[in-house]
């Protein structure tokens, strides 16, 4: 059975991807800031679970020895661990900044570099040409510039750079490297943002939501399912040759 680590997984987009591993028969690493979150999410799909803390290098590597030793290797990782406030511009404190780059950009390098260094000595997966996959969810942010995000946005930048420069050094080592750019999702945090973003400019969060709408050609809000599909595919077999890749999962939003 292959195996894979999915960070941020207790709600949302993590969650989702979570439950589509396991569903395409992977043994899942189910982690999150909120260990509740995590072993409720762990326990539901009968896998492991782990609080993990994406900015610290020591409960990564914690969470890095445990699988490798019960697992002996790592076959996909999924950095998703992410966070989000919104404020405008001239407004933006340090401490805004500090948080979304430390969590974003940081958090993934973190995890990427600590699983790695460990990925890169295992063998080849059975019947495959690769050691292992590295997939990072960045956002359709890290293509276009929002406003009231200039420190998510930057922070995205940060993580869509990094996966290409990764998945440059890593390809000799049989590791890929990719992303999914999601875009106006229906998670908690969206509803969060919905909130500020009403509360800035002064109008309803309805109106905020349908203006999300309104700019997804396909006319909807997106789905946690609807990137865990993509990751599902970025997971597999069929997407052994593509690596440095992001995708652009968001109805067409990111063109808008």
Known sequence: MPNALVTGAG??????I????ARDGFKVWVTDLDGERAK????????????????????LEAARDRVFREDGRLDVLVANAGVSTMNRFLDLTE???????IVNAKGTFLTL????????HQPLMPGRELRGKIIATASMAARQAAPLLAHYTASKFAVLGLVQAVAKELAPYRITANAV????????????????ESQLRGIS??????????????????????????????AGPDSD????????????????
Do not use: C
Not at 11 to 16: E, F, L
């Open 11 to 16: 709600t949302g987009i993590g969650k989702a």
């Open 95 to 101: 401490e805004e900044w500090d948080f979304n780059l």
């Open 40 to 59: 409720a999410v762990g326990e539901a799909l009968g896998m492991p679970h782990l609080p993990l803390d994406v900015t610290s290098r020591k409960d």
């Open 18 to 21: 979570a439950e589509r591993l």
């Open 113 to 120: 570099q600590t699983f790695a260094r460990a990925m890169v």
């Open 181 to 196: 750019n999601p875009g106006f999702v229906r998670t908690s945090m969206q509803e969060r943002e919905v909130l500020w």
């Open 205 to 234: 969060p309805e109106e905020v939501v349908q203006e999300y709408i309104r700019q997804t050609p396909l006319g909807r809000l997106e789905l946690p399912e609807d990137v865990a599909k993509v990751v599902s595919f970025l």
């Open 241 to 256: 040759f593509i690596t440095g890749e992001a995708v652009e999962v968001n109805g067409g939003a990111w063109i808008f």
